[in-house]
């Protein structure tokens, strides 16, 4: 039963990871509006995500590689929340394109 909680919170942290890195595709142009921006500017939210993810990916699993993987997941999991959090609350183009690099650090 343990194995089965597992898993699941597994899947759950990968479909939410997934989920928040590519839901704004669909709001660009909303995000672009309320930030009085470009769309073009709105987009590097989504590639700036996905770029950070692929350049730190390697170095972050390597630095960490001797943290449990039990505490290290909720700890990751908590940032993502806050940032996920600040990225919702961010009331300027600057303050949303860094919580998504955390989001995404994280």
């Not at 290290?72 to 394109?97: D, E, K, S």
Request: glycine share 8%; proline share 5%.
């Amino acid at each position: 039963m343990r194995a089965i909680a597992v898993l699941l919170a597994l899947a759950t942290s990968t479909f939410v990871y997934v989920t928040t890195e590519t839901l704004p595709i669909g709001l660009l142009l909303l995000i672009a509006g309320d930030l009085h921006t470009t769309a073009s500017a709105a987009g590097l939210l989504v590639t700036g995500y996905g770029l950070v993810v692929v350049v730190t990916s390697i170095p972050l699993t390597h630095l960490t590689r001797r943290v449990p993987r039990r505490h290290l997941l909720p700890g990751l999991l908590g940032v993502f929340v806050l940032a996920t959090w600040a990225t919702a609350a961010a009331p300027t183009y600057g303050l949303l394109l860094a919580a998504r690099v955390v989001t995404a650090l994280s």
